[in-house]
């Protein structure tokens, strides 16, 4: 479990560079309802998406310039990301799900665990349409979480 615990920090740390620039632009969401609390700060999603990366299906969420082809970017982009990894991009509700909280407002910082749930009711070619629960407290007392619905531009892979 925790090789795959730092796959995941590694796929996501290596995720997002198209923050830091002045110019990026994200993939909006298509439609939401979630709603994310990093340490206290709420939080609402503005982009997204799901794609597969080296194997790993893959839905990242946050309020910076996260787009399709991110994942090949190397450094975060400014403000809060959610980002989960599910068995696969298909129909079906999905327990014990990793999801990486991460921070990037005046310095980098991150947290999660496997113990979201994810369900998803809908793939086509263009989105992902699905709902995500995630809260989780860490030993000095923090509070993360995720909950909501949303719809996601699914990626080429």
Same mark, same amino acid.
């Given at each position: 479990?925790?090789?795959?615990?730092? !796959?995941l920090?590694?796929?996501?740390?290596? &995720?997002?560079?198209?923050?830091?620039?002045?110019?990026?632009?994200g993939?909006? &969401?298509?439609?939401?309802t979630?709603?994310?609390?990093?340490?206290?700060?709420?939080?609402?999603?503005?982009?997204?998406?799901?794609? +597969?990366?080296?194997?790993?299906?893959?839905?990242?969420? #946050?309020?910076?310039?996260?787009?399709?082809?991110?994942?090949?970017d190397? &450094?975060?982009? !400014?403000g809060?990301?959610?980002?989960? %990894?599910?068995?696969?991009?298909?129909? =079906?509700?999905? #327990?014990?799900v990793q999801?990486? &909280?991460?921070?990037n407002?005046?310095?980098?910082?991150g947290?999660?665990?496997n113990?979201g749930?994810?369900?998803?009711?809908?793939?086509?070619?263009?989105? +992902?349409? =699905?709902?995500?629960t995630y809260?989780?407290?860490d030993?000095?007392d %923090?509070?993360?979480?995720?909950?909501?619905?949303?719809? +996601?531009a699914?990626?080429?892979y």
């Amino acid at each position: 479990m925790h090789a795959s615990h730092s !796959r995941l920090i590694g796929l996501v740390v290596s &995720l997002f560079a198209a923050g830091c620039g002045g110019d990026a632009v994200g993939e909006p &969401l298509i439609a939401t309802t979630l709603v994310g609390e990093y340490d206290g700060v709420e939080f609402i999603p503005i982009n997204g998406y799901a794609t +597969v990366y080296d194997g790993n299906s893959i839905i990242v969420l #946050g309020t910076g310039p996260i787009a399709c082809g991110s994942e090949d970017d190397s &450094l975060p982009p !400014r403000g809060h990301t959610a980002a989960m %990894r599910i068995t696969a991009l298909a129909e =079906g509700s999905y #327990g014990n799900v990793q999801v990486q &909280l991460y921070s990037n407002v005046g310095q980098f910082m991150g947290s999660g665990s496997n113990s979201g749930s994810v369900t998803i009711s809908s793939v086509t070619d263009d989105s +992902v349409v =699905g709902e995500v629960t995630y809260n989780y407290t860490d030993a000095q007392d %923090r509070e993360y979480s995720i909950t909501g619905t949303f719809e +996601v531009a699914h990626c080429a892979y």
